[in-house]
């Protein structure tokens, strides 16, 4: 299998980058291989990549560090299970409300 290398980015790129596209960056970051002892890959087509493959890389570690400062001070934007649950408790709030307003 080929694997997309991770490109090697400057911090101050990070920073017109659309926060979308940072969070791919940091699941990109994330799904690669522990080190190149446990890769398939051959010394060879290592040595011969020209970005990121492991995160016990000294590049893997500072571009993971630039991109978490980077999203540090970006908007928190909720996840589906995050959002899924805010909708459910305005909903028993919505509910609870009526329940009182019934009783009276």
């Keep these: 299998?080929?694997?997309?290398?991770?490109?090697?980015?400057?911090?101050?790129?990070l920073l017109g980058m659309p926060t979308k596209q940072?969070?791919?960056?940091l699941h990109s970051l994330q799904r690669c291989e522990e080190a190149a002892v446990f890769s398939d890959l051959t010394a060879e087509e290592i040595a011969a990549s020209r970005g990121i493959l492991f995160k016990q890389s000294a590049e893997w570690q500072k571009a993971y560090a630039d991109l978490?400062?980077?999203l540090a001070t970006r908007e928190h934007v909720p996840s589906p299970a995050e959002r899924t649950e805010a909708r459910l408790e305005r909903a028993k709030g919505k509910s609870n409300k009526r329940?009182?307003?019934t009783r009276r």
Excluded: N, T, Y
């Design 1 to 13: 299998m080929k694997r997309r290398l991770i490109p090697i980015l400057s911090p101050e790129s």
């Design 22 to 25: 940072l969070l791919g960056r």
């Design 68 to 70: 978490k400062a980077v």
């Design 99 to 101: 329940m009182h307003r």
